[in-house]
């Protein structure tokens, strides 16, 4: 009887995919294109100016070694950030507040799970959709889980309202700023222009995200054993506690939690905040927290350190994953993958090469998982390719965001995805089993949109 194959440890998986980076640096050849600096001010690459490098040094093998610290230093503003907030809700479910909170949610709810994984999946959607949050959620997991687990449902469907739902609202987003809209510059298109059908596009996207999350989540009500972290202890969370009726002290503390995430919202919205202002905010939180619920300097230190260590795991993951992309950057053959996978496009019909362009965005998510960083290195290829081929730049630009967000749910280079499983104690071999059914209906989905999107003449 053949031994049931055994998924490697997380961290396994992408220090493998770390040699596999290098392994490509020995084999594919050396590339750049020519970069220059449009009247934005943003770097991009020049189209048409693909060269070869001759004579290139290989990268040593003790890059497989440093590249690691490297990693971890290039990521230092999401891993501090994580440890910011892990600390933060630490201190605030030290007040008792949140548990209390959860402990009437879920008496009101009760017997609802689908209203709380569609109101739940909305929120995250429309969040990614139109302010281009992500990051912004992690915070929310451990919340999200206790909800879940309220209601008979397990930590993977509790990732899967986040992560199904800020992946849909990346890939149809209306106006995100960190995607649609520094696509639509590169390739010179008018700010949010095309608006109407990414609207159209979003109730469809998001019907069948929903109904994949809601199918498991029912599954698992039914039958605990059904759960894919069955038999993992990491991703067992607690039971929900047994707590008394909300304290005014505690509702302080909440409404200063609301206070700030509404605060959050705004400043990345108007102001452009990121990982040091929005670490400020929760740091300051935890502090407003610790003094509203009476807790002593001591207690807020004890448990704002608690919380950070707890999330020392993910922050090493999210190290390893940005260093699989610095390894292909150093052996400069990451313009060479580029250059590659675009080529075929030429060949083949307006239609098929819009479902092409779709799927070339998809791969190279893997390689490129920053939105922003992957529109400066493909639209100004895909731009000039959708001229050629006969489809419009809005129909690429399309093909881009469809590509970065949907792919952005399962690819591991994702440094935002592997640190929600990383809390969560979720093996990301349970979590591809649960989400690649889905991707390949929104692939389906996303490839039938393409086509109409050429046929209506899209701009």
Partial sequence: ??????????????????????????????????????????????PGTYAVIPETESLPLTSLFTVIPRGLE?????????????GALAVIRATGALDAALAKILNRFGGQPALLVLMG?????????????????????????????????????AVGIMVVGYGVGYGT???????????????????????????????????????????????????????????????????????GPITMRQRLVLLATLLTLILVIWGIKQHQWYFIELGGIFFALALAA??????????????????????????????????????????????????????????????????????????????????????YVTMPIMAPISDIVGVSRQVAVLAYQMGDGFMNMIVPTNAVLMGILGICGIPYGRWFRFIWPLLLQLLLLGSITMVIAVLIAYQ
């Fill in 1 to 46: 009887m053949i031994k049931k194959l055994k998924v490697p440890h997380t961290l396994v998986l992408l220090y493998g995919m770390i040699m596999l980076a290098y392994v490509l640096t020995l084999l594919l050849p050396a590339g750049q294109f020519e970069t220059m600096i449009n009247e934005h001010g943003h770097e991009i690459v020049v």
């Fill in 74 to 86: 290039s990521a230092q503003g999401i891993i501090f950030f994580v440890f910011i907030i892990g």
């Fill in 121 to 157: 999946m909305l929120a995250f959607a429309v969040g990614s959709s139109t302010i281009g949050m992500a990051e912004e959620y992690i915070p929310l997991v451990a919340i999200l889980i206790t909800l879940c687990v309220g209601m008979r449902m397990d930590t993977v469907a």
């Fill in 173 to 243: 987003a209306v106006m995100n700023p960190f995607t649609v809209l520094v696509a639509q510059e590169v390739a010179g298109l008018t700010p949010v222009s095309g608006m109407g059908f990414r609207l159209a596009m979003f109730l469809p996207f998001f019907a069948v995200g929903y109904i994949h999350v809601m199918r498991y989540a029912r599954k698992v009500r039914a039958d605990p054993a059904a759960s894919l972290v069955a038999d993992v202890p990491e991703a067992q969370p607690p039971e929900p506690p047994a707590t």
């Fill in 290 to 375: 610790g003094l509203i619920a009476g807790m002593s300097p001591d207690e807020m230190a004890r448990s704002f350190i608690e919380g950070a260590g707890e999330l020392i795991a993910t922050a090493l993951l999210i190290g390893f994953a940005r260093a699989i992309e610095i390894t292909l950057s150093d052996g400069l053959v990451l313009h060479t993958i580029v250059n590659g996978l675009s080529q075929p496009l030429v060949a083949v019909g307006s239609e098929l090469s819009a479902v092409g362009m779709l799927f070339i965005q998809s791969i190279l998510n893997f390689f490129i998982p920053s939105g922003s960083g992957q529109a």
